[in-house]
């Protein structure tokens, strides 16, 4: 005995790209007129109408604008298509959901006391917490302060704001600075894994502030004038954590 | 869809951050869920839309040029997730494992958006886009055949190649179950 099974696919009148673009307002003349009769008056319709209402819902949560921006803004300021000294890695689930479970126990934080004088004017408040999780085929744990990275290791960052609002987070290295984070100040995981590639030591640099951290004017900061550039104005906050990597 | 340039450090100057804005107000929404849908992973699908919105924005005059921006970035997410899952056919073939083993044993019957999505991996690649232009966007054979610059029985043939593949994958893991005939296909 068999039984059919349909997989979707316009319908006589119904199409989901057609409700789409009625909602972008790209239909005109007699297909808008057409359309937006059949929709008014066709629950199919209607429907994807409410899935693209949800969409929009689903954007702000899992994507908010300022880390849309912050990830757009890195990726147009390196090399187009091709691996760069920092680069994302598909991380399985299954790792990722270890590293969450990792308790943040020893934070690797290193506050500006006593470097003034490269940053003239930077504030450090000392409530913002930087931690470095590292995962290994041995299991996931925070990386110890001036512990070198563990080869090919998928890193997260765990962020304690300190009540700051926004965060960016930027990666320094001997090829230049790249952007990991920037938008919401997250309590806890910042989003996306990594994995630091390329060579020689680096930095991670880690500004918090009230106002919104724009992540490509962080960049180019950080590439003019180094850490000095760092902080966009005196009520910012700035922490950074020094990574070296361990011998091949 | 052409090659983007090698560099595109001009699109990222502050005064493009209204077309940024305006861009994820407009657009970013679909982008993410077709991502989201196709990648089945949140993180790889934020990824994944914020590399199509760079593509975008490095080449501009694409999307200018385009009949239809939410139809031209639907596309370009499609192209960039299959382009992702290229390599991980075999997790989709574990996929329609799975779902042939909820029906066997729970009496699950396959939700058709999640069986399209796992058998989008028998198909060759030019198959799996115009399926998803199809099966997923809706659109007719005659408007994925103006909006990908094909011709009308090439649109036909490859959604019978997907078909038939699809045909073949389902025949081992649910061979009761029967696909659409591609001859009838409006």
Redesign the interface.
Same mark, same amino acid.
């Given at each position: @005995?068999?039984?059919?099974?349909?997989?979707?696919?316009?319908? /006589?009148a119904?199409?989901? @790209?057609?409700v789409?673009?009625l909602d972008?307002g790209?239909l005109s003349g007699e297909e808008l007129l057409r359309t937006e009769a059949h929709v008014a008056g066709c629950e199919r319709c209607q429907a994807m109408r409410r899935a693209?209402e949800a969409?929009?819902e689903?954007?702000h949560r899992?994507?908010p604008?300022g880390?849309?921006?912050a990830? /757009?803004?890195g990726?147009?300021?390196g090399?187009?298509?091709a691996p760069g000294p920092w680069r994302?890695r598909? /991380?399985p689930?299954a790792l990722?959901a270890g590293l969450a479970a990792v308790v943040v126990t020893p934070l690797v934080r290193q506050s500006l006391s006593g470097r003034d004088d490269l940053l003239p004017g930077v504030r450090t408040k000392g409530a913002a917490t930087v931690e470095v999780q590292v995962a290994t085929p041995a299991g996931s744990r925070a990386l110890a302060a001036g512990e070198p990275v563990p080869q090919g290791a998928a890193m997260r960052i765990v962020l304690a704001p300190g009540g700051r609002r926004e965060a960016a987070v930027a990666l320094v290295d001997r090829d230049g600075p790249a952007l990991l984070y920037a938008g919401p100040a997250p309590s806890g995981v910042v989003?996306?894994?990594f994995e630091w590639t390329g060579e020689g030591d680096g930095e991670l640099v880690v500004v918090l502030d009230d106002r919104p951290v724009?992540g490509?004017?962080l960049l180019a900061r950080l590439r003019d004038r180094g850490l000095a550039g760092a902080v966009p104005g005196r009520g910012a906050e700035l922490v950074v954590v020094p990574l070296t990597r361990s011998a091949r | 869809m052409g090659t983007p340039p090698s560099r595109g450090g001009a699109a990222a100057e502050p005064g493009n951050a209204g077309r940024v804005e305006e861009l994820y107000r407009r657009h970013a929404a679909g982008v993410l869920a077709r991502c989201r849908y196709l990648l089945r992973d949140d993180e790889a699908a934020r990824d994944a839309t914020q590399d199509v919105f760079a593509r975008v924005l490095r080449s501009p005059g694409e999307l200018a040029s385009a009949g239809s921006p939410t139809g031209y970035l639907l596309r370009a997410a499609t192209h960039q997730c299959l382009n992702v899952l290229r390599a991980s056919r075999a997790a989709w073939r574990d996929e329609i494992r799975r779902m042939a083993r909820d029906r066997r044993e729970q009496g699950i019957e396959p939700e058709s958006r999640e069986l399209l999505r796992a058998l989008l991996s028998a198909a060759p690649d030019e198959a799996r886009e115009l399926a998803v232009l199809y099966f997923v966007d809706e659109m007719t054979q005659a408007e994925i055949a103006a909006e990908t610059g094909r011709s009308l029985p090439t649109v036909r043939k490859r959604l019978r190649e997907f078909l038939a593949a699809a045909r073949t994958a389902l025949s081992e893991a649910m061979p009761d179950l029967v696909l659409p005939d591609p001859e009838a296909l409006p």
């Amino acid at each position: @005995m068999t039984a059919s099974i349909g997989l979707g696919g316009p319908g /006589v009148a119904c199409s989901a @790209m057609r409700v789409r673009r009625l909602d972008a307002g790209e239909l005109s003349g007699e297909e808008l007129l057409r359309t937006e009769a059949h929709v008014a008056g066709c629950e199919r319709c209607q429907a994807m109408r409410r899935a693209i209402e949800a969409e929009r819902e689903a954007l702000h949560r899992h994507l908010p604008f300022g880390a849309f921006a912050a990830g /757009v803004a890195g990726r147009l300021a390196g090399p187009a298509q091709a691996p760069g000294p920092w680069r994302r890695r598909w /991380v399985p689930l299954a790792l990722a959901a270890g590293l969450a479970a990792v308790v943040v126990t020893p934070l690797v934080r290193q506050s500006l006391s006593g470097r003034d004088d490269l940053l003239p004017g930077v504030r450090t408040k000392g409530a913002a917490t930087v931690e470095v999780q590292v995962a290994t085929p041995a299991g996931s744990r925070a990386l110890a302060a001036g512990e070198p990275v563990p080869q090919g290791a998928a890193m997260r960052i765990v962020l304690a704001p300190g009540g700051r609002r926004e965060a960016a987070v930027a990666l320094v290295d001997r090829d230049g600075p790249a952007l990991l984070y920037a938008g919401p100040a997250p309590s806890g995981v910042v989003p996306g894994a990594f994995e630091w590639t390329g060579e020689g030591d680096g930095e991670l640099v880690v500004v918090l502030d009230d106002r919104p951290v724009d992540g490509a004017a962080l960049l180019a900061r950080l590439r003019d004038r180094g850490l000095a550039g760092a902080v966009p104005g005196r009520g910012a906050e700035l922490v950074v954590v020094p990574l070296t990597r361990s011998a091949r | 869809m052409g090659t983007p340039p090698s560099r595109g450090g001009a699109a990222a100057e502050p005064g493009n951050a209204g077309r940024v804005e305006e861009l994820y107000r407009r657009h970013a929404a679909g982008v993410l869920a077709r991502c989201r849908y196709l990648l089945r992973d949140d993180e790889a699908a934020r990824d994944a839309t914020q590399d199509v919105f760079a593509r975008v924005l490095r080449s501009p005059g694409e999307l200018a040029s385009a009949g239809s921006p939410t139809g031209y970035l639907l596309r370009a997410a499609t192209h960039q997730c299959l382009n992702v899952l290229r390599a991980s056919r075999a997790a989709w073939r574990d996929e329609i494992r799975r779902m042939a083993r909820d029906r066997r044993e729970q009496g699950i019957e396959p939700e058709s958006r999640e069986l399209l999505r796992a058998l989008l991996s028998a198909a060759p690649d030019e198959a799996r886009e115009l399926a998803v232009l199809y099966f997923v966007d809706e659109m007719t054979q005659a408007e994925i055949a103006a909006e990908t610059g094909r011709s009308l029985p090439t649109v036909r043939k490859r959604l019978r190649e997907f078909l038939a593949a699809a045909r073949t994958a389902l025949s081992e893991a649910m061979p009761d179950l029967v696909l659409p005939d591609p001859e009838a296909l409006p």
